[in-house]
């Protein structure tokens, strides 16, 4: 983080602002924030939990910035690559002007959805979302390796929004742990609206959310495509989370 100016990626801010350990809004849309650059101290522990390696390729969805872009050539290096993808064409060209000035040539900035246009010949070891996201895309799937890890913050209904780091066996996704407490602007998604988008509890079949999981945290989560899912996790589960592409089991500590 030495290594990276962040008041270049901000320079509508003062000096003082850009390294003070806030965020730092990039559009609004009214009064609502629509992208920020996050905080120092969360986008460090987001890249502590990503575990990122020389060499490694990683995808980032939400360029905003591109500060987080230059933390992440900087820990893959000269050998690496990473992959930026940003909704609003506006600041991805502008993410992308000054990641050249820097240098970092490596760092490649696409405009477009994050949720659904990744190349298809890209697979990631690593892949970070700087957006709330309730739901994992299907593309999102498709581009990681197996062996590789997802770090995102996901709201999670009744366990609030938290930071998960998931591990991708090649067929479900597993985080540990309670996650870290954020706030996040949403992330926009083009997944379809669902009339089971909604909290559901096994095994006793009830659609009614268990009173204890309201401010509890998860112990585990264990996250299945909804066309793929394994009914023995979710029948010992404590709760499960049903969005339109992915259902979350989730024990509870």
């Not at 575990?51 to 050539?73: D, F, H, K, N, R």
């Not at 690593?126 to 994992?136: T, Y």
Request: charged share 20%.
């Amino acid at each position: 983080m030495r290594a990276v100016p962040r008041h270049r990626f901000v320079p509508h801010v003062t000096l003082a602002d850009a390294y003070d350990d806030r965020a730092i809004p990039l559009l609004a849309h009214g009064t609502a924030t629509t992208s920020s650059l996050s905080q120092p101290t969360m986008i460090a522990q987001m890249l502590e939990l990503l575990q990122v390696q020389p060499g490694m390729c990683v995808i980032e969805i939400g360029t905003g910035s591109g500060y987080q872009a230059a933390l992440l050539a900087e820990l893959v290096g000269p050998t690496g690559t990473v992959m930026t993808i940003e909704r609003d064409a506006d600041l991805a060209a502008r993410a992308r002007r000054v990641l050249e000035s820097l240098g970092y040539t490596h760092v490649i900035v696409r405009a477009g959805d994050g949720t659904r246009d990744l190349p298809a010949n890209v697979r990631a070891d690593r892949m970070i979302v700087a957006a709330c996201a309730r739901d994992l895309p299907a593309a999102w799937w498709a581009a990681l390796e197996s062996g590789g890890r997802l770090v995102l913050p996901l709201d999670l209904g009744p366990l609030g929004e938290r930071c998960h780091a998931f591990t991708y066996d090649g067929r479900l996704m597993r985080a540990d742990g309670p996650g870290i407490p954020c706030a996040f602007v949403p992330l926009v998604t083009a997944s379809p609206a669902s009339s089971e988008d909604d909290e559901l509890y096994f095994p006793s079949g009830t659609r009614t959310i268990p009173a204890r999981s309201h401010g509890a945290t998860a112990k585990s989560i264990v996250a299945m495509p909804r066309n793929a899912a394994d009914r023995s996790i979710l029948e010992r589960a404590d709760l499960v989370v049903a969005r339109p592409e992915t259902l979350f089991a989730v024990t509870l500590a």
